[in-house]
């Protein structure tokens, strides 16, 4: 696969989901922040997809993507551990993903809260609230 920068390369954050509209205002602010990091739309689409109960869905999401000129997608699930979602659901919807766009770099990190960085906020955030 040909390599890709950062402008041709989407980031969608996969969230569950819920039936209140208000639960995702948080996923919001994280892709928000995440765009600006990236240095606004220049530095490549950022996009939230869910699993259940809200939309876009993640093939739609990665479908928007692809459609917007991305040649490399990366799906970061924005849940805490790996439960069933993670490990039965997600490479499930990952591979419909691949099969729809097979000339697409479909990736798929890690679940955010696996990460030691994340994990070591998160611990921080604790303290500071005794």
């Known amino acids: 696969m040909a390599t890709t920068d950062a402008a041709n390369s989407g980031i969608v954050l996969f969230a569950h989901g819920a039936r209140d509209a208000r639960w995702a205002e948080p996923f919001e602010r994280l892709a928000d922040t995440l765009r600006s990091l990236r240095g606004g739309p220049r530095g ?5 997809a869910f699993l259940e ?37 997600l490479p499930v919807i990952v591979d419909q993903c691949r099969a729809a766009h097979p000339d697409i770099e479909i990736r798929c ?21 005794v």
């Open 44 to 48: 490549g689409p950022v996009s939230l």
């Open 53 to 89: 109960l809200m939309s876009p869905d993640l093939p739609t999401a990665v479908a928007a993507q692809v459609a917007s000129g991305c040649r490399a997608v990366t799906v970061v699930p924005v849940f805490f551990g790996q439960g069933g979602h993670i490990r039965q659901d």
């Open 109 to 129: 990190a890690t679940p955010v809260g696996e990460d030691e960085a994340v994990i070591a906020a998160i611990a921080q955030y604790c303290l500071r609230q």
